[in-house]
């Protein structure tokens, strides 16, 4: 059963990655204190070779890897809560392991979060390049790895690399979209298909006429080119993308293949990821169903409910408050050290923390009390989406009310304990969600990209034909003995009544004397001929790129 396949009527088979990130805890600060947990082996290589063979087995599609540049230091204004608690921090370069992880397995993906606003897009695409093909195309772009495309939100990440603080949160978004285009022109049309020759007899390694400059100058980039790696297994990675504003939004419905969304409840997340699918209809003539959305959950399974419940109380003993409230501000901006003990923070005169913490309390009893401790609880476990915590049956059932109400396709899996949440996970949850018809029983292109098994289509290793990265593409003509000079003619003419040469007489004869295809006299007459023979090579190449008349 592939993703894109139904085992039951009305269901789908789920997507389903771990999130994780190369430090301790994540997004459940301060469990690396709890016997059992081995997060602080982050700086170990076989901690994340050990993490990939083990989803592999259980058929995870793939491992998200999420990062940051600066520490979180809104809370208390200070980094030492953080660093204390060890809330991701320290934390290490994702794009480092992820080779490891690939040499020993062959299915399983790996997605890794990457931010437009400090990276130089040439120097990013070689190395995603790099990637796609070491892992055979298991990276989001790249044979089987992901990137997510992110626009920093830290001012400590803005502070590490040259500015006071960061850029405006709208020309964030302008600098990626024009990142992006620089990207697609590297991974897309820098090189064609078919470039790289290795033709001993004739000593070419790479014909030269098949590599160009992409020659862009923008706003925030000029970038010659060409691209400094050939072209990998999936050219550009799989697009993830996260955000929320309207320019966020925005922006994953021109380029997002999949969303990756944090919210506390199926109706939170359902404005958005159906606002975002019609825009990306409407406006970039996407089909909407082609945008995956992928929603961060934390289960917390027993094979009872009391066993679970259990883990949960155990759990809590080792969270680390102050953590919790240190990723908070990170996430929000906003310092709650500055509000009292038993403060309601619901009548407090910010209204960005009242509206926040609304939104926390909006699934809660009617007359709880949310003060910075419940929202240092409520945080500490799993962060900013729901923890869910029963059986399998249980957590099965609210993984099929995300789906049916908010309308995502998958899950991305947060950890308490690592990797112990993981085992949970393969060992209680997927046997359920299979007997359900809700995942499948292997990858449905053993071997294949990240796109081909994302999408469950054999063979879809670049963006769909639809998305804008696909416009830029340079792919070899149908038929390379069709070119003549500089104005060649492709295209399969098999199903054609004229053969090549017979059209290459008639365009010869045509040029030579227009009223071939029409009668008539003057400049206008031969203008227009040549605009019927411009209609008539279009219909019969596909690939015709002769310059406007023919060169004349």
């Known amino acids: 059963m592939s993703s894109q396949e139904n085992t039951e009527e009305g269901k789908k088979s789920l997507i389903l990655n771990a999130f994780v990130e190369m430090c301790s805890g994540h997004q459940s600060p301060g469990l690396w204190r709890h016997p059992d947990d081995q997060s602080w082996r982050f700086t170990d290589i076989e901690h994340w070779t050990d993490l990939a063979k083990l989803l592999e087995e259980a058929k995870f599609h793939g491992i998200f890897i999420a990062d940051v540049l600066g520490g979180y230091d809104v809370y208390k204004k200070s980094l030492d809560p953080a660093i204390i608690s060890g809330a991701q921090w320290p934390v290490t370069e994702p794009l480092s392991v992820i080779p490891a992880m690939a040499a020993v397995t062959k299915n399983i993906s790996f997605g890794v979060t990457v931010s437009t606003t400090y990276e130089q897009p040439f120097h990013l695409a070689r190395r995603l390049s790099t990637l796609d093909h070491l892992t055979k195309g298991r990276l989001t772009h790249w044979d089987r790895v992901g990137w997510n495309i992110v626009t920093s939100y830290l001012d400590s990440a803005a502070r590490n690399l040259g500015r006071e603080e960061q850029l405006s949160h709208d020309e964030r978004y302008a600098i990626a979209e024009e990142y992006l285009e620089v990207m697609y022109k590297l991974f897309q049309s820098s090189w064609r298909d078919d470039a790289v020759r290795l033709d001993r007899e004739a000593g070419i390694y790479t014909d030269p006429s098949r590599v160009r400059e992409i020659g862009h100058k923008g706003k925030y980039f000029n970038v010659a080119g060409p691209h400094i790696v050939n072209p990998s297994p999936q050219r550009t990675p799989l697009l993830l993308q996260a ?302 790129t002769c310059n406007s008349k023919l060169g004349r």
Do not use: C
């Open 243 to 544: 955000g929320a504003s309207k320019a966020g939004k925005l922006f994953a419905a021109q380029h997002a293949e999949a969303i990756f969304t944090s919210a506390h409840a199926p109706a939170v997340a359902k404005k958005n990821i159906a606002e975002i699918r019609q825009t990306a209809k409407d406006t970039f003539n996407r089909n909407p169903n082609n945008i995956k959305v992928l929603a961060l959950v934390t289960p917390i399974l027993g094979r009872t409910e009391e066993e679970a419940k259990a883990k949960y109380d155990d759990y809590k003993q080792y969270a680390s408050l102050e953590g919790a409230l240190s990723l908070f501000g990170g996430w929000t901006g906003m310092d709650l050290n500055q509000y009292g003990d038993d403060e309601e923070l619901r009548q407090v005169e910010s209204n960005a923390v009242k509206s926040t913490v609304e939104g926390y309390a909006r699934f809660s009893p009617v007359n709880s009390k949310w003060t910075k401790h419940t929202v240092a609880e409520h945080v500490s476990l799993g962060g900013n989406g729901p923890l869910l915590v029963g059986t399998p049956t249980q957590v099965a059932d609210s993984l099929e009310e995300w789906v049916t109400e908010a309308g995502v396709d998958g899950f991305n899996f947060g950890y308490v304990l690592f990797p112990q949440s993981f085992k949970d996970i393969s060992d209680l949850l997927i046997p359920e969600l299979r007997s359900r018809g809700l995942f499948w029983d292997d990858y449905a292109v053993p071997g294949g990209t990240y796109r081909e098994n994302f999408y469950g289509i054999p063979g879809q290793k670049y963006p769909l034909e639809e998305h804008v990265a696909s416009s830029h593409l340079w792919s070899a003509p149908k038929d390379e003995s069709s070119e003549l000079g500089e104005h060649h003619i492709g295209g399969d003419f098999e199903d054609n009544d004229v053969s090549k040469q017979e059209l290459v007489s008639i365009i010869d004869d045509a040029v030579g004397n227009p009223d071939v295809l029409d009668e008539g006299s003057g400049d206008s007459a031969a203008e227009w001929n040549i605009l019927e023979l411009d209609l008539f090579l279009l219909l019969f190449s596909p690939v015709y």
